[in-house]
């Protein structure tokens, strides 16, 4: 063969000069070219490696970044979660706090004060603790008594609750539970509207269910068992006949609210303007009855 019959592996030329192809060269491995491929290659490989190369290096940039700020969401996420915590603290201390004033101001025993906070729950944001002080108390327990003991506005009849089998129970009259009905918007929004007592008792339980109207309502049961009874009494209050005791309270309330209404709707700020203002101590809860 001659050595002219030789033939370029890339371009497919003559060569008499016939050399390795460059290493990364697109062509076959062991493959035999002429001096100019070999340099097109050469360069070819190198400006494929050059941009493998910041490819990779892009890549790795991208995976840095992405890295850091991995980094910096997890120390924004541990930020937060502290942040979190320590108002959590804070509103729990605060909790504290309040109901230790409370305490404090109302003169009512460690014991008195855990049982009310376990019932309640969260201090109302309404009142203040400090409204408790003085003889402030004794009144205010004989009037949220009294008011409890009500009969319904207009009507002689009283709220009614039983336990059956563990459940409250509340006695309806159609006919005053229908004035509640027609002037409460909840009315849409409960499965039976046409039954005029569960919509009510709906209503009493959902209202019940506020720290204001527990704290309030409950307060002169809670009192009294402490000042009668040795503490260990406390444990055997059981937690429906505290709640009866509320749903009273809210009944009359709500009552009490639609009475007062000149036409119109009852709504929740009514409600809570009502409980709030028996929860007053200084001031007296006892409106003239309308003629
Ligand atoms: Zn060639």
Same mark, same amino acid.
């Given at each position: 063969?001659?050595?002219?019959?030789?033939?370029?592996?890339?371009?497919?030329?003559?060569?008499?000069?016939?050399?390795?192809?460059?290493?990364?060269?697109?062509?076959?491995?062991?493959?035999?070219?002429?001096?100019?491929?070999?340099?097109?290659?050469?360069?070819?490989?190198?400006?494929?490696?050059? =941009?493998?190369?910041?490819?990779?290096?892009?890549?790795?940039?991208?995976?840095?970044?992405?890295?850091?700020?991995?980094?910096?969401?997890?120390?924004?996420?541990?930020?937060?979660?502290?942040?979190?915590?320590?108002?959590?603290?804070?509103?729990?201390?605060?909790?504290?706090?309040?109901?230790?004033?409370?305490?404090?101001?109302?003169?009512?025993?460690?014991?008195?004060?855990?049982?009310?906070?376990?019932?309640?729950?969260?201090?109302?944001?309404?009142?203040?603790?400090?409204?408790?002080?003085? *003889?402030?108390?004794?009144?205010?327990?004989?009037? #949220?008594? =009294?008011?409890?003991?009500?009969?319904?506005?207009?009507?002689?009849?009283?709220?009614?609750?039983? @336990?059956?089998?563990? *459940?409250?129970?509340?006695?309806?009259?159609?006919?005053?539970?229908? $004035?509640?009905? @027609?002037?409460?918007?909840? $009315?849409?929004?409960?499965?039976?509207?046409?039954?005029?007592?569960?919509? #009510?008792?709906?209503?009493?339980?959902?209202?019940?269910?506020?720290?204001?109207?527990?704290?309030?309502?409950?307060?002169?049961?809670?009192?009294?068992?402490?000042?009668?009874?040795?503490?260990? *009494?406390?444990?055997?209050?059981?937690?429906? =006949?505290?709640?009866? =005791? @509320?749903? $009273?309270? @809210?009944?009359?309330?709500?009552?009490?609210?639609?009475?007062?209404?000149?036409?119109?709707?009852?709504?929740?700020?009514?409600?809570?303007?009502?409980?709030?203002?028996?929860? *007053?101590?200084?001031?007296?809860?006892?409106?003239?009855?309308?003629?």
């Amino acid at each position: 063969m001659w050595p002219f019959d030789k033939r370029c592996a890339s371009c497919g030329g003559r060569s008499r000069n016939l050399v390795a192809a460059p290493s990364g060269a697109s062509t076959a491995h062991g493959s035999r070219v002429c001096q100019p491929c070999a340099d097109r290659l050469g360069k070819e490989a190198t400006a494929r490696i050059a =941009e493998r190369q910041a490819l990779e290096a892009q890549s790795r940039r991208i995976s840095e970044a992405q890295a850091a700020r991995r980094k910096a969401d997890a120390e924004r996420r541990r930020l937060e979660e502290q942040e979190t915590h320590h108002r959590k603290q804070e509103a729990e201390a605060k909790q504290q706090e309040a109901w230790k004033q409370f305490a404090d101001a109302a003169r009512f025993s460690e014991a008195g004060m855990r049982l009310l906070m376990g019932f309640v729950g969260q201090w109302p944001a309404q009142l203040q603790p400090a409204d408790f002080a003085g *003889q402030g108390i004794s009144t205010l327990l004989e009037q #949220v008594r =009294e008011y409890q003991g009500r009969p319904h506005p207009k009507a002689d009849t009283y709220p009614e609750y039983q @336990v059956i089998d563990g *459940q409250i129970g509340r006695a309806s009259n159609d006919f005053l539970d229908l $004035k509640i009905c @027609v002037a409460h918007p909840d $009315k849409n929004q409960n499965p039976w509207p046409q039954v005029p007592g569960l919509t #009510v008792f709906q209503l009493i339980r959902r209202y019940s269910e506020w720290p204001l109207s527990k704290l309030v309502f409950a307060l002169p049961r809670v009192h009294e068992i402490f000042s009668i009874g040795p503490l260990s *009494q406390m444990t055997d209050v059981p937690r429906t =006949e505290l709640m009866i =005791e @509320v749903y $009273k309270g @809210v009944e009359i309330a709500l009552f009490d609210v639609y009475e007062a209404l000149p036409n119109g709707r009852i709504t929740d700020a009514m409600v809570e303007e009502k409980l709030k203002s028996l929860a *007053q101590p200084s001031e007296s809860i006892t409106s003239p009855l309308p003629p």
